[in-house]
């Protein structure tokens, strides 16, 4: 491997981070999908029963489940594909900009993604 | 249903007895027209503490002494301009939990009251978990309360009713007594005496200013309290 | 907001919703072995500098530890703190009135009687065929005429007690509406607190959505434009917290924020107590410790500001004195003198009012000053100068103690009786309950002037907007020493004097109070016309008022029923009174009324 700044690279150990990260960001959806379900179960029937604090925990589930919850397992998700992008190809990652990553990402996603040929990142 | 201009009318009804706000009313709202101040009163009421201690046998000795208040009234309002002396005097814990104190003095104490004549207003027994409680209270004829408790802890109170406030400059120290080192660590005067316990007051006599609680007049204070309520 | 009606309430499934509260507890503990990972696998494992070391490396380990570290407070700050707790305190809030709504409403079934109104305005009337028997067949049921007194014909020819009951009609009539008003109000008030507490809940979850922090910037093309503010922002996070904690905007109970303050780490509280004092003080929920210290610090400061202003206006009048056209007209500064004296007058007023309750709590070394008869110091929990002025300043510690007593005083009550009278009998009570408490136990004594008392006792006591007005905060106070308290929970007496009783029974019925026993004293009447609708259990409800006590002249319709009367249902106990000669209202605490000074010790300390 070669690289202005790169010392050290085991990429065995940075696939093995990558996974865990996509591991994470795996359990967290799922874990987080299956206790919205309950919360939005229980929040309609107090709903229901008119109580002010069942239209207040759905929102509350849903802007967790989405924006916390979510915005965490899609941070794990976009660091292991940085990660994997730089084990992948081992480049010199400092003269490997945001802007090219960018346009790298929109051409291919780390093995096995589901969007492993396309950008999750549209933002990019 | 009453209307609301009677509720109205019921509620100043309300009001005025509870504020007796008549001319007669407003005469005996007051605390009382004491010719002793609050500064004048501490002596006395010590004196007529150490004579009861004295009476006590084999008495163990206090713990500690402080000097507290309570608001008095007028109108049924607190009056910022009156207060109401409570010394309180009280054992240790461990003598706290002695038949002495908690039986003896008791008994004692009523034999000693009730040959100075004074009156007993109150007085209690009642069980407390493992704990036998007592009350024993009584005022001389000036109207000091001495009121001798026993529960967790044994303590001894002398108040004495409504008072003018004082100055805090013009309080003088008082030595304790029941064995107490005047300024000492039991002795907790410090609210009065911030600068430490004076020490050409240290040695006031606290009977120097007073006459025996049982005369006809002790020190010079109204015959009684309540007449001036 | 809460639209529950009875019915809803008797059938929500409360435990449904401590269940989901679990759930989410649960659900923080997995995630947090996510985040774990984060840290123990990548961060110092598969990741560590042995395995990959570069500038794009600390890049990566410092970014995952961003948004782990931020998941981490997430899961505290929203996942557990707000929600989990806010489900499992809701659904035992819920529960506790549901219990007490299933007994009220079986009562008002068994006597015949009817709910009709809405949720918030429900009234309790005899049925129709309660009515027809009363009215119609003279043939009241038994229980209505064991309560008038009246016997109960035994059978259709039973003429002779027919005749007595039609004599007796309208006692048996208001003797029914005796009871249904009593249940009216204990009904009237179980939904009041759940709604109380529904509306609660509701609030923090919404609160929750506000304002939260940003998330870290996601690798790509913006990462380098936007990691630095973030990082900027977090460091002001905490204090941003503890703002809208304080300021209310968060919505969070007590114990929510006590959990809030046990997660942060012990730099962060200091750097709270030193750079926030006025946030940290008066927060319910927070230690009181903390708050002691931070409110010494504010009161200090804002004495000082006092003396500032005080001078300033002072200075400005010596000038309009000085010009003979300024008298009594608009000077050449532009103020007007009149309104400047009035200015100065008020605030001198509180700057002696604060300088005496500092006094009266420093000792003379500038440090918290002991009660020396109790050997307990004092701790300022709270205090302000708004209106007639607020203090809630505790003798001993009530985080620590077995025994807490909060004496609630009442009308013309203020920041000099606080430093003075207030604090004189609020010590009496400390110094009672010391005598009479067991060996090894301590009772903290608060005096709690957390409201703006009336001024005046016509009208303004004869009035219960002062007590509505108190209401939340006391509720909130005994959610707090509950929050704070270190090991099992002290037991609990809210005392209080005068129109201080109608503030605690108003507090009680309609927000709720957390508290083991209430007593009122010399009570102008607390609001509700029962012991049960105060929600702590008909036999922790005492009250006392001396025979010579013109308030018990206090018309039921003013404040509520007198909490004395046999028929309201809780436990009295005597008072002296002092001379026949004096007004007795105010003489509970004196040498004359050792009897019930004993009593409200023996239930303070239990």
Redesign the interface.
Known sequence: MS?A??????PG??H??VE??F??ES??EA??GT?AE??GS?AQ??TD?????G???A???D??KT???G??A???G??GE??AV?AEEAVE??D?N??D??SYADHDRYPGRDNEHASA?P?? | MDSPTRRTATAALAAFALTACSAVGDAVNQPPESEYTQAEAYAPMEAVAAEAIESLADFPGFEQRTWGEMPCSHNGIDDPDYTNIEIRYSFSAEVSGTDQVREAYVEELREYWTAQGYEITFEDESAHNDRQDRDLAVRTADGITLWYSVAGRVTFMIQSGCVPVSDPSEIEYVPPTGGLEPGGEGDKLDRYFPDGIPTDQAAVDPFANTRPVAGPEPFDSPGSYDNLL | MSDMSWKDLRGLDCAAVRDVGEQWKHYVAKMAEQSERLRTDVIDGHLSADNYESDTADLVREQIDLFTGRFEDDLSDYADIRVATTLVDAADALEAEQKELTEVVGLIEEHDFEIEGGPREYEVNPTGHLHRAIWLHLDPPQWLCDRAGVDKPSAWYDVLDQAEVLAHLTCLYDSANELCGQYQDWLRAIMSRAHDADDDAAAVLAAMREHPPELPPQFGATYDDLIDDYKDRLSEEVASEMEAIANGESDMSPEQVNEWWESLSDAEREALIAEHPEWVGPTDGIPVEARDTANREVLDDRIGDLDTRIASIEAQLATLNGDPNAAGMYGQSGADPDELRAELEELRADRDGLAALQDRITDDNGDPAVYGQTDQQYYLMDFGTEDSGQAVVAIGNPDTAENVNAYVPGTTADLQGAAGGLMNRTETMAYDAWRREDAGEETATVLWMGYDAPDTIFPEATQTKWAEDAADDLESFTQGVRATAEGDPSNLTLTGHSYGTTVIGEAAATEGVDADNVVFVASPGVTVSTADALGVGDEHVYATTNSLDPIALTPDFLLGENPNEEAFGGSTFHSDHGSWFTNNHSTYWDETNMAGRNSMAEIVTG
């Not at chain 1, 700044?5 to 085991?10: A, I, K, L, R, Y």
């Open positions: 690289g700044d790169v010392f050290t690279m085991d150990e940075v093995k981070s865990t990260l591991d994470v359990e967290v874990q987080t206790l309950a919360t229980l029937g107090l029963s008119s109580a002010a604090l239209p207040a925990l929102e509350a589930a802007w967790w924006l916390r919850a915005g965490f899609g941070l794990c976009n660091t940085y990660l730089c990652v400092d490997y945001a802007g990553f960018a990142r933002d990019w």
